[in-house]
């Protein structure tokens, strides 16, 4: 059974720092592209972060560069990404991503990726 499994979201205060760890199976995380994307109620999906399989390059959406950084554990099968320097835009449910036909990311972050799990919020205050 292919699954996704997100935990580590919360409330944290504007500044703040989350860990946020997607636990997949039925599939190897590091065969695919794999990353996160985030929506707030009445929005389309945003593109996060993502991490090329085939040779390891990492992206990010400009509204996070320079705050979270994409990682992973593959003999846990598991993605991460660290959140830092969070601010009130950054509340949204957060979901993990893969893309089983490729190994390349999306220029956009989330397109033609599917998410199975039930994601989780992260909710910043001021």
């Known amino acids: 059974e292919v699954q996704l499994v997100e935990s580590g979201g919360g409330l944290v205060q504007a500044g703040g720092s989350l860990r946020l760890s997607c636990a997949a199976s039925?599939?190897?995380?590091?065969?695919?592209?794999v990353g996160w994307f985030r929506q707030a109620p009445g929005k389309e999906r945003e593109g996060v972060s993502c991490?090329?399989?085939?040779?390891?390059?990492?992206y990010y959406a400009d509204s996070v560069k320079g705050r979270f950084t994409i990682s992973s554990d593959n003999a846990k099968n598991t993605v991460y990404l660290q959140m830092n320097s969070l601010k009130p835009e950054d509340t949204a449910v957060y979901y993990c991503?893969?893309?089983?036909?490729?190994?390349?990311?999306?220029?956009?972050?989330?397109?033609?990726?599917?998410?199975w799990g039930k994601g989780i919020l992260v909710t910043v205050s001021s």
């Open positions: 039925g599939f190897t995380l590091n065969d695919y592209a």
């Open positions: 991490r090329s399989s085939s040779d390891g390059s990492t």
């Open positions: 991503e893969a893309d089983l036909y490729g190994s390349t990311c999306p220029h956009d972050l989330v397109s033609g990726m599917d998410s």
